[in-house]
């Protein structure tokens, strides 16, 4: 970092909050880590899929043989950002196998393509997306847009609190704890865990807990394992890879915390 960087960074004057979060992880300022690159580094190089530069769910046969597996939600109101992990034994580290987003208008476009034909002529025939923006029925859509071959030992994810003083909407929250009950009971897991966000986050804030997390995936060899994303999105799918570190972090010698830099 430049002299008049760190002294800024030092005394905070004239830098917004994130400008001096950045600062202080010893980040280049001019272009923070990740927001000007991720389209380089997460989305593909080749033509949009289905007018999408998200990637279509992976083929968990591709990602077999782990004896112990894990799976790490962050369940969002546009979509579902997964992580899975795995293990060959007790005795040997967690890795990222995969991780990956579900817009929910992609759960919605199949969710209408299961509907049963008998359906067809009725006024259940208009769709999903035009009947319903929220509840039940979006929960469900997102819940079955997880691969049953995703199935894993460990279902880990966050469960939504009412926070004193916090900003976000109480409805939005009701929405997203409906989208996780309906994933916790989509797939026959295992074990269902979960974690309330400033318990996995430790209270850092998100700038600089997003660039730490994109530093542990290069550091670990894993971003090739993050499939296309959007750059919008990307931060939820750090934030589901950073559930699942958080939860592996006990059982596990790769040690990875978020109040902990790199």
Excluded at 11 to 31: H, Q, T, Y
Excluded at 137 to 142: T, Y
Excluded at 163 to 180: F, H, K, M
Excluded at 217 to 236: E, I, K, S, T, Y
């Amino acid at each position: 970092m430049a002299k008049q960087s760190r002294i800024a960074a030092r005394d905070g004057r004239n830098m917004a909050p994130g400008a001096r979060n950045m600062a202080r992880e010893g980040l280049n300022m001019a272009k923070p880590s990740g927001i000007a690159s991720r389209d380089a580094e997460y989305a593909p190089n080749t033509a949009p899929v289905n007018g999408s530069i998200t990637a279509p769910a992976p083929n968990m046969a591709e990602y077999g043989g782990n004896a112990l597996s894990l799976v790490s939600l962050d369940v969002g109101l546009h979509g579902l950002a997964v992580a899975r992990f795995g293990r060959s034994s007790h005795n040997l580290p967690w890795e990222l196998v995969v991780a990956w987003y579900i817009p929910v208008a992609d759960a919605i476009t199949a969710a209408d393509a299961r509907r049963p034909s008998h359906i067809s002529a009725s006024s259940e025939a208009i769709p999903l997306g035009k009947r319903h923006k929220r509840g039940p029925e979006i929960w469900r859509a997102l819940a079955k847009a997880i691969p049953a071959e995703a199935c894993a030992d460990i279902l880990i994810l966050e469960t939504m609190v009412v926070y004193e003083g916090s900003t976000v909407d109480p409805a939005d929250l009701l929405e997203l704890q409906g989208i996780c009950g309906a994933c916790a009971t989509a797939l026959p897991w295992g074990r269902v865990e979960r974690v309330e966000a400033k318990a996995w986050s430790e209270g850092v804030p998100k700038d600089v807990r997003h660039a730490r997390l994109e530093r542990a995936l290069a550091d670990r060899g894993w971003r090739g394992r993050v499939l296309p994303v959007p750059a919008r999105r990307l931060n939820d799918v750090l934030d589901a890879v950073g559930i699942g570190l958080w939860w592996t972090a006990g059982t596990s010698t790769r040690r990875w915390s978020a109040s902990l830099r790199p």
